[in-house]
């Protein structure tokens, strides 16, 4: 099943969890490049296969989900895992698809590094694609803290960057999620 598939493992870590539990009939490409969504296209661009699956570099591979996924999606569909809700997309740690969806949106904006996945999977949609929610807990994660982690600052700007590139789709959304965080900080 794997001979067909190839997994791209966007990192910045010396260290990968992932590719250790990757079947070993499976292409893995590696790519260290700068910033998350320029390793992201580069890895597509150097995979071998059509069939892609963008991996986080600290995750038990789900090989079993991975195939099933595959067999029952088409080359218009783009498979991750659901998003944290209000967001009803996926994240970025586990993304399947093939490459002429990849090609016919254009690929992952690499002018970003929050918020590609979530960009991507918009555009997705307006093209006419599917969506599929896979269920989030089903991957362990180990999320190391590298101390990358989004500021304030950068969640804001995240917010109105996918805002300005989606405003009618993520701008609702947006707006839910500044809500949210004004009432969680008002006195009670």
């Not at 992932?18 to 296209?41: F, I, K, Q, Y």
């Not at 700007?157 to 949210?180: D, K």
């Amino acid at each position: 099943m794997y001979d067909n598939i190839s997994i791209v493992v966007p990192t910045a870590r010396d260290e990968i969890h992932t590719t250790d539990t990757v079947p070993s009939e499976a292409e893995v490409v590696v790519r260290r490049d700068d910033g998350l969504n320029v390793a992201r296209n580069a890895g597509v661009e150097a995979a071998s296969n059509d069939w892609i699956v963008i991996a986080d570099d600290d995750i038990d591979f789900p090989s079993t989900t991975v195939a099933e996924t595959i067999d029952r999606i088409d080359e218009r569909t783009l498979a991750g895992l659901a998003d944290f809700p209000p967001l009803r997309w996926i994240i970025g740690r586990l993304m399947i698809f093939h490459r002429d969806l990849w090609r016919a949106v254009g690929g992952f904006d690499e002018t970003r590094h929050h918020g590609g996945d979530t960009d991507f999977a918009i555009r997705v949609e307006k093209i006419g694609g599917t969506i599929v929610r896979l269920d989030r807990e089903a991957v362990p994660h180990y999320d190391e803290d590298t101390g990358d982690g989004m500021s304030t600052t950068e969640h804001f700007e995240w917010l109105a960057y996918l805002t300005r590139r989606h405003p009618t789709v993520f701008g609702p959304v947006a707006t839910r999620i500044v809500s949210q965080k004004v009432r969680r900080t008002l006195p009670v």
